[in-house]
C-alpha cells in the first residue's frame, strides 16, 4: 500500500515560515518524483511545486517562487516543503503526491496564515 503522510502544518504569523514534510511508503520512492500540490478555502486544488527522483529538476508554481522552495531526502524516503514570507493568501490544505499519479495524495497538513 503507498502512504503519504503530511506533517509540520499549523498557524502561522504572516510573514512566518513553515517546512512541511511528507514521509512516503509502499513503493519505491527513490525512483519517483514528488509533488506538492495546495487546496485553499473555496478554490481548487493547485500546484504549488515538484521535484524529480534525483533532483535534476525542481518547479515551483509561479505564485510562490522566490518564496518556497521543494527538496528531498531519498534515504529518508521524505519530501519537503520549505515555505517562506507567508502570507494570508498561503492559507490552504498542502498535500504531496507521487508524480504522474493523479489518485493518491496525502491527507493533507492545515497551513493557516493569521496573526
Known amino acids: 500500500q503507498v502512504h503519504l503522510v503530511e506533517s509540520g502544518g499549523g498557524l502561522v504569523e504572516p510573514g512566518g515560515s513553515l517546512r512541511l514534510s511528507c514521509v512516503a511508503s509502499?513503493?519505491?520512492?527513490?525512483?519517483?518524483?514528488m509533488k506538492w500540490y495546495r487546496q485553499a478555502p473555496g478554490k481548487e486544488r493547485e500546484f504549488v511545486a515538484t521535484i524529480s527522483a534525483h533532483e535534476d529538476f525542481v518547479r515551483v508554481a509561479d505564485s510562490v517562487k522566490g518564496r518556497f522552495s521543494i527538496s528531498r531526502n531519498n534515504l529518508q524516503n521524505t519530501v519537503y516543503l520549505q515555505m517562506n514570507s507567508l502570507q494570508p493568501e498561503n492559507t490552504a490544505v498542502y498535500y504531496c503526491?507521487?508524480?504522474?499519479?493523479?489518485?493518491?495524495w496525502g491527507q493533507g497538513a492545515q497551513v493557516p496564515v493569521s496573526s
Open positions: 509502499g513503493f519505491t520512492f527513490s525512483s519517483k518524483g
Open positions: 503526491g507521487i508524480w504522474g499519479d493523479d489518485d493518491r
